[in-house]
């Protein structure tokens, strides 16, 4: 048990190293925290603790600008959480794999695979909590979805998609101050610029700055924003 806690601090703090912009401290950090896992549980058993280590090192890697090194990270933490849960089973834990081998794809401009991935992890969300729930994950396929057509420069569907995700957030969190529903406005205000609305887009960025004051003041720093 001691060990499994270890294993568990290493991999929040892999997350925070993440966070902070250190990644090759993060990555040597999860894998530890993966060869810990391996001592515990065995090399060869499939355990979801480390589908878990392997994302985090996963993102490291993303972050970091190494995609297709990424990208095996996440097929690896799948493989583990295929053997878990069956070739077709649902999990959120496989829908967030999925967003991350979008994510992946998309660093490379392979846009159609991850458009394909993303869908994905919304299809599979939507059968774990029904095809018209409101759910945090379903909002944040939405953005991510929105995110990839500004990419593609497709305005109008980026801002369609990001329209349902602030729909969605409000029918969660009401009008209440959050970070989800600033970074929807944020989201917003990015795709009405690059469609030549500036008045538009400085209103919904506006919107978004008001939120992120009542949440975090003047004067502290804004992680939403940042």
């Known amino acids: ?9 290493l991999h929040y703090i892999g997350q925070a190293q993440t966070h902070r912009g250190q990644y090759p401290r993060a990555i040597a950090t999860h894998h530890n925290e ?35 090194v990424s990208m095996q990270k996440y097929r690896a933490a799948l493989a583990q959480l295929k053997k878990i849960y069956g070739e077709k089973g649902q999990h959120p834990n496989i829908a967030a794999i999925f967003r991350g081998i979008a994510l992946s794809h998309a660093a490379q401009s392979n846009y159609h695979l ?17 095809e018209q729930a409101h759910h945090p994950a379903i909002a944040d396929n939405l953005d991510d979805l929105g995110d990839l057509a500004l990419q593609q420069q497709d305005t109008k569907a980026a801002k369609n998609l990001y329209q349902q995700a602030y729909d969605m957030k409000i029918a969660l969190y009401g009008q209440q101050a959050h970070p989800a529903v600033a970074l929807s406005r944020l989201n917003m205000g990015r795709a009405l610029l690059q469609d030549n609305q500036p008045e538009e887009a400085l209103a919904a960025l506006a919107e978004a700055a008001k939120i992120a004051q009542a949440m975090y003041g003047k004067v502290k720093a804004n992680p939403t924003l940042g």
């Open 1 to 9: 048990a001691h060990d499994s806690l270890k294993a568990t601090a």
């Open 34 to 68: 993966m060869t810990l896992l391996e001592e515990i549980h065995g090399k060869e058993t499939a355990h979801p603790d480390k589908a878990r280590s392997l994302c985090g090192e996963a993102m490291a890697y993303l972050k970091q600008g190494n995609a297709a």
């Open 114 to 130: 991850a458009t394909l991935f993303h869908q994905k992890s919304q299809t599979m969300h939507q059968d774990i909590y029904g």
